[in-house]
């Protein structure tokens, strides 16, 4: 039985440590695009628009729209959105959410 409990929690734990992480990076379809998604993170400067309010699939037709976009940054909480020129240098911050076109 102690074997099983063992086995049991190392399970458990790989899992989490698998599935968590899938919450930092992650590729993610948003209309006919694919996007690497970076969460709370930002990519300052660089900004080529800023929009709001706007959900992120708006956010992201427009980025694809824009032949010198290369990703947005979006606040879920204020449904601001700024589009970027360059998605190069991140900077953790709390809230925000990248979206990089692939």
């Known amino acids: 039985m102690k074997s099983f409990l063992t086995a049991a929690v190392i399970l458990a734990m790989i899992l989490f440590l698998c599935f968590s992480g899938m919450s930092q990076y992650e590729d993610v379809a948003i209309g006919d695009k694919l996007w690497d998604r970076r969460v709370d993170t930002d990519f300052p400067k660089n900004d080529l628009k800023d929009i709001m309010p706007i959900t992120h699939h708006t956010c992201a037709r427009l980025c694809a729209e824009t032949p010198t976009c290369k990703g947005f940054v979006r606040d879920p909480k204020t449904q601001q959105c700024w589009l970027k020129g360059d ?16």
């Open 87 to 102: 998605m190069s240098k991140s900077v953790s911050a709390t809230g925000r959410h990248g979206f990089i076109l692939l």
